[in-house]
C-alpha cells in the first residue's frame, strides 16, 4: 500500500563515529545519532527512541480508529512507550516496549475499552513487526 523510507550516514566506526538520519518527509533532517545519543546524554536521537515513538504513535492511531468504527467521536488518547534495549552475548536486542497509555473515552465501558485496546496493541503493524515483549498499561478516565 506505501512504502516509507529514511536514510541514515555514518562518519568513522565504533564509539567514535557519528551519524545523520534524513527522512523525506523533513521531519528528520541531518538529526544526529552516535553511540553518545544512543548510550549517553548527547543531544541526537537513537534507534531505540525512534522505535518508541513509532509504537506509541502506531498503537494510538489504531486504537483511535478501532474507538471510531465502535462508534466514539470524543476523547483522547496519549499513549508513552518505553523501549528496553538490552545486552544478550556480543551484541544487543531490543526485548521489550512497554506501552502505557492514558485515556478519556466519554461513555466507553471499561470492558469494551480493555477489548479494543488489546486489539489494537496486538494490530497494530510496528506490534507485528516487533520481535519483542509487548505490555500495556492503561487507565480511563
Known amino acids: 500500500m506505501t512504502t516509507r523510507t529514511a536514510t541514515a550516514r555514518y562518519q568513522g ?35 531505540e527512541e525512534l522505535i518508541a515513538a513509532a509504537h506509541a504513535g502506531c498503537f494510538t492511531m489504531a486504537l483511535s480508529f478501532a474507538l ?4 466514539f467521536s470524543e476523547g483522547s488518547l496519549e499513549t508513552t512507550a ?10 544487543f536486542a531490543v526485548t521489550r516496549s512497554d506501552l502505557t497509555l492514558k ?3 466519554p461513555g466507553i465501558s471499561p470492558d ?24 500495556l498499561s492503561h487507565t480511563l478516565a
Open 13 to 47: 566506526f565504533g564509539k567514535d563515529g557519528k551519524g545523520q538520519l534524513d527522512t523525506p518527509s523533513g521531519v528528520l533532517e541531518a538529526t544526529p545519532y552516535s553511540y553518545n545519543t544512543r548510550f549517553g546524554d548527547e543531544k541526537g536521537t537513537n534507534p
Open 68 to 71: 471510531a468504527r465502535a462508534g
Open 82 to 91: 518505553a523501549v528496553k534495549l538490552e545486552q544478550q552475548g556480543d551484541g
Open 103 to 105: 485515556a478519556e473515552v
Open 112 to 135: 469494551q475499552f480493555d477489548e479494543l485496546a488489546a486489539g489494537a496493541k496486538a494490530n497494530c503493524p510496528i506490534s507485528k513487526l516487533l520481535k519483542a515483549e509487548i505490555t
